[in-house]
């Protein structure tokens, strides 16, 4: 059975882009793909009640219900609280600016799930280590974190979530591993994951646009894309929803 696929635009520190919020959008839901918006902090509340299905970029590892002091963060409960449904975990810019661990990410997945969230958690290796013919290791590693915090809770083994493979070299570059190369990541992924009570999604990131959209979204074991720099051309949004909704036909 084919999975539903699933597009999601990170507009990282970026406004809402113009229409977004429209009628006739393409960052709305809409029939045989699941389509996601992720704005800066400060718009989710204006993208949850234009109706479109929100997520944030961030939220913090520690118990969803923690208060106080500490500046600047947003518990995985206060994401919940905004109406959001989904919650980005370890994207490789978060890993780079503030220094987020395997670890840190793990345990956003866990507060995530526990404030009734659904995660997707970035992956992907660094442009050294791929030269370094370390892409699998690198991936293991970073399910493993995510895996093993869910098994120790019962109550998360069963959890849904969705992960996404950015190879970190191909963020914002405009470069992409071939195809072959994501078939085989993205194989290595399922494989991984098999096994488990989890229909899990792996999305493609990493200068996804609408040239490109069709070949990658018909790769076997690719689900849909996160869309950085293009999901904020509208028009240019539409022609990848539009490719993801054909390549599962
Ligand atoms: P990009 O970003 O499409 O601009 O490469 C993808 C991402 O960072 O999620």
Partial sequence: MPRTPLIAANWKMNSVPEGALAPDSSFRPQSGVDVLAFPAASDLRTCVEAGLTTGAQCGRPDDPATKGAHTGDMSMTMVRETGCQYVLCGHSERRRDHGETDAAIAAQV???LAANLHPIVCIGETEEERNAG???????RQIKAVLDILDAAASLQAASLTFAYEPRWAIGTGKTPTPTEIKETHAFIHDLLQGRQRDTRI???????????????????????LVGGASLKPEEFRKIVEAAVRSKK
């Fill in 110 to 112: 866990r507060a995530a």
């Fill in 134 to 140: 370390q892409t699998q290791e690198v991936i293991r």
């Fill in 203 to 225: 999305l493609y990131g990493g200068s996804l646009n609408e040239q490109n959209a069709e070949e990658i979204l018909d790769i076997p074991g690719v689900d849909g894309g």
